[in-house]
């Protein structure tokens, strides 16, 4: 089954759950191989998503017991084998580089392929490569692997160009075991980094300062196992978010920590979305949509370049015009291109997207990585007639079956194979009626 048909034009409403985060619980299983004790570590909340199973695998190949069940991941960690991430499983997810930090803190050595590149632009592992060796790791490459090893990492000061979310994690998870204490600057503030310390803590590190830029590190002699729940996704809660407002809907997003939507909720308004925060919830409860002046992504607490393409779709159909600036990716605009087949009038220069909004037509599109999938889908529920969205295995890495999800709440989305896929004739709505085009006559055209 490798693409959906959304049939356009259904208003969602209705209440919807949200899972935990796929990039909280990507360090955390990656902090797993840090449990040298005989106990297993148990994980709740755990999304039944491609990336949970991928990453599943890598540590399965790293010799670790790792079972999944019901939003339940078992992870043992008694004797860990090996130190070589296969060559394959790195190009299929390039966010494993953060597997080098606990393999490093636990073995002294560890060999990687340079991760896969990936559609939202090149994706350099620098900063991740200065700070290991800044904590007493030799770096170097040997047949197109890097490898790293060490005769112990010590504590040290680092300071992060830039707040890279994955490096921070990395060198936190090489630094709980380094001996002394270890300070990082200018580190990534996400929640995600967050949940990452309050694991480690749990697993008996000693990690402090995770929300601020500052990370201070004090190294233990070894961590062992514990259970830990990992937070809700907030990138999913504003897809949903986003899929409520598109359609005109009504729809309550539920087990979630608003907070970590502060600035989307405040984009969102600015588009004209009536929303309404309480405790643990967030609803869309209608609103007309208009252009906003400027989006411009950032790392957090600004706006989130995963939530990027979703509101790029949502503001195709909104009143006005709208400038959208990607500042944390080099090239996360080639969503823009399909939503174009949907008759969306964007035009991109360098970072910066202006848009013009409009309507949009069903058309056949193709998801280029997880994000954009999901703003195809959204657009295709706004949609005239149908559209069907190619190449779904990136929206399922990270969405437990948004497909379903989205039909809970009224939409009409079929997972299909393409060749069974219908592809969508132009339709036009003729006093109500959808007519397809090619038996209209050509002045409704
Ligand atoms: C994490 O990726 C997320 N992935 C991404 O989510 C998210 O978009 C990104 O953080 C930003 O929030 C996971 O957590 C698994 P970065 P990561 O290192 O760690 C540059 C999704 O859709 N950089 O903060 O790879 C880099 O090129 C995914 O769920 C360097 O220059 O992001 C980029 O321009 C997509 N050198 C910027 O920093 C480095 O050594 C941000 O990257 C590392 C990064």
């Known amino acids: 089954m490798n693409c959906f048909i959304v049939e356009g034009g259904h208003t969602l409403k209705g209440k919807i759950e949200v899972r935990g985060a796929k990039n909280s619980m990507l360090p955390i299983m990656a902090a797993a191989i840090l449990n040298s004790s005989k106990q297993e570590i148990v994980l709740e909340n755990i999304p039944d998503i491609g990336d949970m199973h991928m990453k599943k695998t890598i540590l399965q190949s790293l010799g670790l017991q790792v079972s999944y069940n019901d939003h339940m991941l078992n992870i043992g960690s008694p004797e860990l084998s090996c130190f070589t991430i296969p060559a394959a499983l790195m190009k299929e997810m ?8 606990p393999v490093l803190a636990r073995l002294g050595r560890v060999k990687v392929t340079y991760p896969g590149g990936c559609s939202i632009g090149p994706r350099p592992i620098d900063l991740h490569l200065k700070g290991l060796e800044a904590l007493g790791a030799r770096i170097w490459e040997e047949k197109g692997y890097i490898v790293a090893s060490t005769s112990g990492l010590r504590g040290t000061e680092i300071h992060l160009d830039y707040p890279s979310v994955g490096a921070t994690e990395n060198l936190m998870m090489a630094a709980v ?29 000693k990690v402090r300062g995770a929300g601020t830029e500052t990370l201070r590190i004090r190294g233990v002699d070894a961590l062992g ?13 504003g897809t949903y978010l986003m899929a ?22 405040a984009k969102m308004q600015e588009a004209g979305v009536i929303l309404k925060v309480d405790e643990e919830n967030i609803s869309v409860l209608g609103g007309r949509l208009r252009g906003v002046e400027t989006l411009r992504t950032l790392p957090y607490p600004g706006f989130p370049t995963d939530l990027q393409s979703p509101m790029m779709a949502l503001l195709t159909v909104a009143a006005g015009r709208s400038k959208i600036v990607e500042s944390v990716f080099e090239a996360r605009f080639k969503h823009v291109e399909e939503l174009k087949r949907m008759h969306a009038r964007i035009s991109v220069e360098g970072r910066t997207a202006l848009l013009e909004g409009g309507s949009l ?18 657009a295709g529920l706004t949609a005239e007639g149908m559209t069907v969205v190619k190449e779904i295995k990136h929206i399922d890495r990270g969405y437990e079956r948004l497909d379903l999800a ?8 079929k997972r299909s194979m393409e060749e069974e896929s219908k592809i969508p004739d132009r339709q036009q709505n003729v006093n109500g009626k959808m007519i ?10």
Do not use: W
């Open 94 to 101: 390039r966010s494993s580089i953060i597997i080098m930090g």
């Open 244 to 265: 409520g407002a598109i359609t005109g809907g009504q729809v309550t997003v539920e087990g979630i920590i608003p907070s970590h939507l502060d600035a989307v909720v």
């Open 406 to 413: 989205l039909n809970r709440l009224g939409a009409k989305i």
């Open 436 to 445: 397809k085009t090619n038996d209209l006559p050509s002045y409704l055209v």
């Open 361 to 378: 037509r069903g058309a056949v599109v193709t998801a280029t990585d997880l994000r954009a999938g999901a703003a195809l889908v959204l």
């Open 177 to 205: 075991l380094a001996s002394g204490n270890t300070v990082i600057y200018n580190a990534a503030r996400e929640p995600e980094i967050v949940d990452l310390q309050n694991f480690l803590n749990a697993m008996g590190a």
């Open 225 to 237: 196992c514990c259970r830990y729940r990992i937070i809700p996704d907030r990138i999913v809660a």
